[in-house]
């Protein structure tokens, strides 16, 4: 009998049950999305200049193209494997425990895998500024077989 490893059932569970609650559907950013995410607020206080959100997504789920003006984002990866790109680069395949820093006016995106859910903390300072989003048909190229990794 052949046994088949699965993807932990595309690490819904390990996603569900993280360390910080999952939060409710993503419906406030909803627009620049593409997919069903959710969103979880841990760090939102005027005193601090950032904010720091658990960031979850069904297989397939990514944001948009986006740039964070006078600022950053730091994205710590808790769960599921995940997907990041800068323009002009490479997509890099994310696991957890992957650590991902965008610099100040960089464009990127970063989302879930075709086949499993993802979360990542999210610590970002500035402004985003939302751009398109990333095409079915570059999303559909992406395969964790080809993947760079630098």
Do not use: C
Not at 4 to 26: A, Q
Not at 107 to 118: E, I, L, M, N, P
Not at 122 to 133: D, L, R
């Amino acid at each position: 009998m052949e046994v088949l490893f699965m993807n932990n059932n595309n690490n819904e569970n390990e996603v569900k049950n993280g360390l910080f609650p999952i939060g409710d559907e993503n419906l406030a950013f909803q627009k620049y999305f593409t997919g069903l995410t959710f969103h979880n607020s841990l760090v939102k206080d005027s005193n601090v200049n950032v904010t720091v959100s658990n960031v979850s997504f069904k297989p397939g789920s990514r944001n948009n193209w986006h740039i964070h003006h006078n600022g950053y984002q730091i994205l710590l990866v808790t769960g599921g494997e995940g997907w990041y790109q800068e323009e002009g680069k490479k997509a890099r395949l994310l696991h957890p425990g992957d650590v991902v820093i965008t610099l100040d006016g960089v464009k990127h995106w970063h989302g879930a895998t075709k086949d499993s859910w993802f979360s990542h903390i999210a610590i970002t300072a500035g402004t985003p500024i939302w751009e398109e989003p990333v095409s079915d048909a570059d999303y559909d190229q992406l395969s964790t077989e080809d993947v760079n990794n630098d």
